[in-house]
């Protein structure tokens, strides 16, 4: 048992509550990897008095961050698109020379399993040291039955190994492969008869997603994709709305989707909707800055009542970062979310967005003992300035998996 006292300020972020759940001067104690009590200090009750005790030194302490959507595994780098669309070259028009995502897939695909598996790892590991401590991950940039079923075996084997808890998600419909350019139906078919019915038999996926937009899939392809899933079990996520109005939403809606992901360009009747429909929208506040987007419009998606996560998106092309916290302090600056929104964005309506009714993304009692101690005395100090690495110490079940030490900042 372990009884972190000295807690400057406790995010609880209950799975239900419209706050943060913040906690002045608060302990936080933990036993075989769950939360067994969270309080102001003063309230700590004796049966604790013998535990072994670790001080916060007057730190933030917040649940591990869930950041439910990003693009794991991939290969190669885009640096000759950045610079192309630095000089004014649209990133779809990139995309229609064979650039963006089908260059990342050609790299992805003539990458060892060690290479993809090392590169994993490392963004892994950089998102430790973020206080991230469950990742959705996608596929999409395989494209091919034996290159998509080696990313999601890779996550499985990636969440089995740990530290971090890993959701997997099938987007397979990420974007046409060119060999199918002139047969789009015919890679439909490749994902509805042949992909998901060995994913769904493996086990290898929760979720599927689909990248609804005129360059990608239509909203029938989709729900024809979502159709099948759903009939395997497989919940349903989609990159709604990003670059144009495609009615992502509605559909998110009518699928009865975990969560609708993107939204920049959502319709007031899409946020209606997503409301009815108690859909989570995610917000990827570093693609929208990356591609010069006016955000999404998350005060009238949360004054509709809409729960609203906050994600990376991380992805070699519209969004190259693993840095949750800058996709916080984003989501405070440009989309007008208040610290505890942004905060709660990114734990409690995470884990909601991803199904998980274990309590992850709060510090309740049961929950899982997934924790960041953050330099910073509140959650406003936080995210009214903007660092690299603002955690001290990231703890998964119970475990330390991440400490700074003073100065050098080494791995514990
Ligand atoms: N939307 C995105 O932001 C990423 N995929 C998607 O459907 C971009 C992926 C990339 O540019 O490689
Ligand atoms: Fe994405």
Not at 212 to 222: G, I, K, P, Q, R
Not at 374 to 399: C, F, K, M, N, Q
């Amino acid at each position: 048992m372990t009884v972190l006292t000295d807690i400057g300020q406790l995010a609880t972020c209950p799975p239900d509550a419209p706050d943060a759940g913040l906690i002045p001067d608060a302990a936080l104690v933990w036993d075989a990897g769950r939360i067994v009590w969270a309080g102001p200090e003063a309230d700590l009750p004796d049966t604790f008095a013998d535990a072994d005790r670790q001080s916060a030194d007057g730190r933030l302490v917040i649940p591990g961050l869930v950041d439910c959507h990003t693009h794991l595994a991939f290969a190669g780098d885009r640096a000759d698109e950045f610079v192309e669309r630095i000089k004014g070259t649209p990133y779809l028009e990139v995309a229609r020379r064979g650039g963006g995502i089908q260059k990342t897939v050609r790299a992805t695909r003539a990458a060892s399993d060690a290479d993809l598996e090392a590169a994993a790892r490392e963004r892994l590991a950089a998102m430790a040291r973020q206080g991230v401590t469950t990742v959705e991950a996608k596929t999409g940039y395989g494209l091919t039955f034996a290159d998509e079923l080696r990313v999601l075996r890779l996550y499985r084997r990636l969440g089995e190994e740990g530290p971090q808890r890993i959701v997997a998600t099938l987007l397979a419909a990420h974007i046409v492969p060119p060999e199918y350019a002139d047969d789009r139906a015919a890679y439909v078919r490749l994902i509805v008869d042949e992909m998901l019915p060995a994913v769904a038999n493996e086990g290898l996926a929760d979720f599927v997603d689909v990248f609804v937009e005129e360059t990608a899939f239509t909203a029938f392809e989709a729900w024809t994709i979502f159709a099948a899933a759903h009939a395997y079990g497989l919940g349903a996520k989609l990159h709604a709305d990003q670059l144009s109005d495609g009615d992502g939403a509605a559909l998110a809606a009518e699928v009865g989707a975990a969560s609708a992901d993107h939204l920049e360009c959502v319709s007031p009747d899409g946020i209606r909707a997503l409301a009815e429909a108690g859909v989570v929208a995610v917000s990827l506040p570093i693609a929208t800055l990356v591609l010069g987007q006016e955000p999404l419009p998350a005060r009238a998606l949360l004054d509709a009542g809409v729960r609203v996560a906050v994600a990376t998106d991380l992805n070699p092309g519209s969004a190259p970062s693993a840095s949750l916290g800058l996709a916080l302090w984003l989501a405070c600056t440009r989309q007008r979310m208040t610290p505890e929104e942004a905060l709660r964005g990114a734990t409690a309506e995470a884990a909601h967005s991803l199904r998980l009714a274990d309590g992850t993304g709060s510090l309740t009692p049961g929950s899982p003992a997934d924790v960041a101690l953050v330099d910073a005395p509140s959650l406003d100090a936080w995210l009214s300035t903007w660092r690299a690495e603002p955690v001290r110490r990231t703890v998964i079940a119970g475990e330390t998996v991440w400490e700074r030490r003073d100065g050098s900042g080494t791995e514990g």
